[in-house]
Every structure is written in structure tokens, then in C-alpha cells.
T-cell receptor, first 114, second 116 residues
């Protein structure tokens, strides 16, 4: 089955800096890669996702890149703000053979200091 | 839509007691998921349903855990008997297969369970 590894486990940056979180996956058939943000005491919420037919996707200050050959994908946050502080989870699954469950990474705790 | 609804939001119980967690998915969603989140193990999928039918319960830790979905708008996760190591936040999530974003799972607010 799919296995997703996520690094780093914690990341501290200064406000305005960029933050990068990386994930690797094991199943070459995986083709859908979402990122969830979980603020302290809150529920995980989808912030961006990417499918295997594209290499990059942007939404304002966040972007995700995908390298299918290397089987890794990354979340990039530019101009970080204190409200970006949260735990970020990556996940992977394949969607072309019917529904498959999402496999989540272990999470990255991002702390943005003012 | 109110989103996924879970109850109770917090539960404190004593070891050996039965615990029942409840979830109401978003109306019209046909997939429902139960997750457990702990610091040590992260976010674990316990079981998921499609059209009220359990599809994969391989994540259920042991026979003390059971889940049901009697209809499209209600599901329960039961722990009997509960143990201190069951202390965690339990999330319910739902998704809709008819949406082009079918893989998007919407999480409920979670139930924070503490077993003493």
C-alpha cells in the first residue's frame, strides 16, 4: 500500500520568509495529492491539492509542486504570516481505479514568528 | 450547510466504560470516514463507509472498536470497554463522489476523548 513520509516535523520561520514542506510517496500509481492545514484545536481543512497531470499549482501565497519521477511533492508558502502557524499534512491516493483512501503524512508544525 | 457535525465535542470517561461518538455527514455526501489523531501516531484512518456500507475497517485497532452507519445522515463509533490508550481526538469526515473534487474530505470539529 501507499506510504507517505513528510519532512520536517517542525519548521520555524520569521514573518515574511518562505516555508517549504516536503513529502515523498511510495505508490507510483498515486495521482492525487492534497494538503491540509490544521490550526491548534481545530479540524484539518484542505488548502490546496494537485493531480499528477500537472507539475505545479498556485493559489495566492501557497503553491504545490509535484515530481512524479522522484515521487515527491512539496508545499511552498511565501511571505509567511503569523496566521500561517499550524500543522500541515500532506496526503496521497490514486483515483483512477475507483475510490482509494487518503494516506496522510505525519504532519509538519509550522511556527511563524512576528 | 452546517458542515460535518460531531458530538460530543469533549468526553471524559473512566476506563472500562462504553463510549459512543456520533457523526452527521454533510447532506448528500456518500462517503464517511472515521479518523483518530494522537501526537504519537498522527492522523489514522479507522474505517470508512460508502453509501452506509463499511468498505475498509482495516484501521480499527481492535475488537473493542465498532462503527455503524444506519442511514445516510448518521454514524457512530463505539469503544467498549474504553482504555486510557484510546484517549485521542476522533474526527469524522465526509466526501461526495459525484463532485469532480470527490477526493476532498470535509472534517468535523472532532471529539476530544479522555479515558481516565
Amino acid at each position: 500500500g501507499e506510504n507517505v513520509e513528510q519532512h520536517p516535523s517542525t519548521l520555524s520561520v520569521q514573518e515574511g520568509d518562505s516555508a517549504v514542506i516536503k513529502c515523498t510517496y511510495s505508490d507510483s500509481a498515486s495521482n492525487y495529492f492534497p494538503w491540509y492545514k490544521q490550526e491548534l484545536g481545530k479540524r484539518p481543512q484542505l488548502i490546496i491539492d494537485i493531480r499528477s497531470n500537472v507539475g505545479e499549482k498556485k493559489d495566492q501565497r501557497i503553491a504545490v509542486t509535484l515530481n512524479k519521477t522522484a515521487k515527491h511533492f512539496s508545499l511552498h508558502i511565501t511571505e509567511t504570516q503569523p496566521e500561517d502557524s499550524a500543522v500541515y499534512f500532506c496526503a496521497a491516493t490514486r483515483t483512477n481505479t475507483g475510490f482509494q483512501k487518503l494516506v496522510f503524512g505525519t504532519g509538519t508544525r509550522l511556527l511563524v514568528s512576528p | 450547510d452546517a458542515g460535518v457535525i460531531q458530538s460530543p465535542r469533549h468526553e471524559v470517561t473512566e476506563m472500562g466504560q462504553e463510549v459512543t461518538l456520533r457523526c452527521k455527514p454533510i447532506s448528500g455526501h456518500d462517503y464517511l470516514f472515521w479518523y483518530r489523531q494522537t501526537m504519537m501516531r498522527g492522523l489514522e484512518l479507522l474505517i470508512y463507509f460508502n453509501n452506509n456500507v463499511p468498505i475498509d475497517d482495516s484501521g480499527m485497532p481492535e475488537d473493542r472498536f465498532s462503527a455503524k452507519m444506519p442511514n445516510a445522515s448518521f454514524s457512530t463509533l463505539k469503544i467498549q470497554p474504553s482504555e486510557p490508550r484510546d484517549s485521542a481526538v476522533y474526527f469524522c469526515a465526509s466526501s461526495f463522489s459525484g463532485d469532480r473534487l470527490q477526493e476532498t474530505q470535509y472534517f468535523g470539529p472532532g471529539t476530544r476523548l479522555l479515558v481516565l
